[in-house]
Every structure is written in C-alpha cells, then in structure tokens.
C-alpha cells in the first residue's frame, strides 16, 4: 500500500492490516500530485508475479482477482487480463451501463476476438489498439491484472511528467505487443466525483492528447493508412476540446496555439473558427 499523503485515516487502517497480515506493507510518502510517482514506487517493491492496481477511491468486486487468475492458469500466452467497470458516483451509487458497453466495445473487438469461454475473449491486438486510439480509453486502471515480467520489460512504467493519462501511454505499450484477454463483466467499481484528479477543473486537460501524440509517434507500421487517419482525427478533435476548454478560461492565447496544432493534425472548420473568436 503507498499511503501518497492522505490526510484521512488510511494510514491508521493499512497499518492495522499489515500487523494483522505480514504480506501487508505500508510504504509512507509526501503527496506526489500525481498517480504515476506513487505506482511507480509501488512497483519498485511488488514481489509477485502479477501486479493489480487500485486507487483508494475505487472499489474490487469480490472474486475479481480469483476470476483474473483462472484465465493465466488457463492461457500461458496471456500477458495482461482485464474487464468491464461500474461507474458510481461519490456516494457509491451506481450508474445504469457499464463504462466499455456504450462505447461499443463488444460491437468493435470482441467480434474480432478469439472466444475462449461464455464470458472470456483473446483480442485481436491491433483492433483492441484501434479501439483505444480511436473511442475510449479503455482499460481503467482497476481493471487490469499483468504479468510482472512483462511489465518488467519496459523501460518506464507510468511516465511522471503526465499528471493524467499515465496509466493510458503504459496499455497502449502493452496492448500492442498482444497476449491481451478480456472478461466480459464489470469487475470493479470507478468512482466519479469532482474532486478526483481525472475530472477537477483546473487539471491538465492537454495530458490525454499528450498520450495519443506519444503513442501515435511510436507506432508509425502498426496501424493501416485508414487507421492512421482515423487517429490523426481523433488526436485534431481533443486538441480542439484543448482549445475550445482555454477560450473559455479566457486563455485566448493558449487557444489559438491548440486550434492551430488542431489543424496540423486534420484540417477541420471547427479549429479556425476557435481561432477567429480567440
């Protein structure tokens, strides 16, 4: 457990279990301001041979990791498994669908995927890619089970200099090089309030392009010409949500400098128009 600064009682109740449970341990620190410095430092002392991880505002159905497991026993060509999640709000109540299921998730993949049993799929490594580059990000960082020793290959875990979208330039990594299996169910809860880094007002709503620049750059063969387009548009159409976002912060300058990169990537009317206002 890395304690990132909390100022409620978690630090009380980790320390409890861990004299309860010596597998327990409870790594202290100031708060990082960012998710990746406290994962990062979490892995530097995971031991195991898969890593999971959980953010203290979310939530494990029981029997996830048990149900996780039995796909790795199952397929040794399986590097990384993951699942649906249940979005709730701060008070825990849940909402109707499922995060992956209006995105068309299984419309887009799971078709394309190899069925292992009634609930459980192989993904088509580059179609699972295209999906995430393309609609949604995907993978939450709860929802993930992976093998340390292929986590073990990659040079940076989750990049530091990004405050959000961490987690997403490390399964794009992942995603690409395969061995990805899907459970088709939501096996934990995401909590959505305000407050959380992803979605308060004033955080760094140019991370998330950042990572799909990243990533576009890094995987010049991966994609076809049509995909490749496809992305380019999805990168123009946040760049302009970026723009649009700091014309209305009164950031006239920063929204200029956003439409253009918009355009850079696909010529759309949209962008000049930000411009013309700004």
């Known amino acids: 457990v890395i304690n990132d600064g909390s100022t409620d009682g978690t630090l009380d109740i980790v320390k409890t279990k861990a004299e309860m449970d010596s597998r327990v341990k409870v790594v202290s ?109 995907t993978i939450h960082t709860s929802t993930p089970l992976i093998r340390k020793k292929r986590l073990d290959c990659e040079n940076v875990f989750f990049p530091e200099d990004l405050t959000i979208a961490e987690d997403l330039d490390l399964f794009f990594r992942l995603v690409k090089t395969g061995g990805i299996a899907y459970i088709n169910k939501s096996l934990s809860l995401y909590r959505v309030y305000p407050q959380s880094v992803t979605h308060r007002p004033d955080r760094n709503v140019f991370d998330p392009v950042s990572s799909l620049i990243r990533n576009y750059r890094r995987t010049p063969d991966f994609l076809s010409s049509y995909q490749r387009k496809t992305y380019r548009q999805r990168i123009a159409h946040d760049l302009y949500n970026v723009a649009y976002n700091c014309n209305k912060q009164g950031r006239h300058k920063d929204s200029i400098l956003f439409s253009l990169r918009s355009l850079r990537w696909s010529f759309k009317m949209a962008p000049v128009k930000e411009v013309v206002k700004a």
């Open 29 to 137: 620190q100031a708060n990082s301001g960012k998710p990746s410095i406290a994962r990062n430092r979490g892995l530097k002392f995971a031991k195991g041979q898969y890593i999971a991880f959980l953010d203290g505002d979310d939530v494990y159905e029981t029997g996830k990791l048990e149900k996780m497991l039995s796909v790795f026993e199952s397929q040794p060509g399986v590097d990384m498994v993951f699942h649906d999640v249940c979005l709730m709000d701060s008070t825990g109540v849940r909402k109707a669908s499922s995060y992956l299921e209006p995105a068309g998730f299984a419309e887009s993949v799971l078709t394309k995927s190899q069925q292992i049993n009634h609930e459980t799929f192989l993904c088509d490594p580059k179609e699972l890619f295209f999906f995430m580059c393309t609609k949604v990000t």
